[in-house]
């Protein structure tokens, strides 16, 4: 069995291993998680929203030590990756602000006599399993609202930043969450099946690959479990002819170069209509290919290594097809891979032979189109079999509003990249997953909506 490996991107260098747990340990797992459930979902809401809002204040207390694991284990550059924790705090911060409005009783308005009210309940234990692209932050959009329910967590995470996540269960053990409500597992996927399996647990989380989604949701539908699946993107990014066109290329190079380009709502299909795509792309190009590679630990470092130089080969698999039949690769002088790092570049003339045209391109490579109109880019958007964030750059707001109805995604930002917020729900259609996190949807998810109708005396 593979071991949880920290590997440092920028170096290549193997500096800790962590064995997969045998079978006996992870149903261990599972014993300790249903056992701590009884207990935990009677605990007082406000003892465990002061629980997470002591989570909240961890994460910034030891924010140089959580920033610093992302960068050794994923490469994320430090400014980064103290952002991301300091997101995460506000997660955290958010549900024990917000948990007891969202999970107050509902009195229905009935008809006949008497009442009818849905209270908001825990379900029982959990699993996530989570990717390594924000090793943090996507583990709190699960746990927190979850916590706050009175669920257990179950936490497989990425085998590529296991010291994450070990220090993700000591803050939160730290922060006072009983012992066996939230639990660290080194499993692999076979184990990972085998605990989705087991009757006490109650549901599923999944940040990931489409290929893993699909895995993990055909596992959860045959055992009858709630699932959540948050999966890729090609997330489409629309640049209309009254376009702010320096604004749009600022945007453009953060959207798709930010961690990397390794983020499932990154901008990755440029889609700019016929009167401003070559300002925009001359522009866009000339922007992108300046930003260099550089070390991760500098706090001035906007792009650092991919999270290893086999995301950097898969990366390549998908440019060089393109390439190979047509497509054209706009790239700064000289520029080259070494290892993790891999240059930002520009393709145009992607046409639908190409595998560039479907896949996503998970790094900092985009792809710019040219199209006729409004109306072209929205059904271009469309044929994607993905559907979760996109942008469309326009002064007017009328016309922004009337496509962001039209595009077949979960998430429209206007004259912005995709941004994420405690208070703003995540998620998106198609293959980009199902279910939502963050906001109160997020609490919604593993929550049971309990009737209790009581009859006119």
Known sequence: MAAYTTINPATGEVLAEFPVIDDTAALDLVDRSFAAYRSFRDTPLAERTAMLARIADLHLERIDELA????????????????????????????????????????????????????TEAIG?????????YPYYQVARFVAPNLALGNTIILKHARNCPQSALAIETVLRDAGVPTGVYLNAFIDSRQVADLIADPRIQGVSLTGSEMAGSAVGEVAGRHMK??????????????????????AVAAGVRGRVANGGQACTASKRFIVVDAVYDEFTEKFIDAITRVKPGDPTDPDTFLGPLSSAGAGDELDVL????????????????????????????????TQDMRAYHEELFGPVAVVYRVPSPQAAVSLSNESSFGLASSVFTQ?????EDLAKKL??????????????????FGGVKRSGVGRELAKYGIDEFANKKLIRSPAV
């Open 68 to 119: 610093g694991l992302l960068t050794l284990e994923v490469g994320k550059p430090i400014t980064q990756a103290r952002g991301e924790v300091e997101l995460v705090a506000s997660i955290y911060r958010y549900y024990a602000d917000h948990a007891e409005k969202f999970m107050a009783d509902e009195t229905l308005d009935i008809a006949g006599g008497g009442s009818a009210v849905v209270r």
């Open 396 to 400: 007017d707001r009328a016309v922004a």
């Open 226 to 247: 709630r699932c959540v699946l948050e999966l890729g993107g090609s997330d489409p990014f629309i640049v209309l002819e009254d376009a702010d066109i320096d604004a």
């Open 319 to 350: 440019v060089q097809d393109a390439v190979a039949k047509g497509a054209t690769l706009h790239s700064a002088p000289g520029a080259a891979r070494d290892g993790a790092y891999y240059p930002p570049n520009v393709l145009t003339g992607v």
């Open 408 to 425: 077949e995604v979960g998430m429209v930002w206007i004259n912005s990249t995709s941004k994420s917020a405690p208070d703003l729900p």
């Open 125 to 133: 234990p959990l699993l996530g399993i989570m990717p390594w692209n």
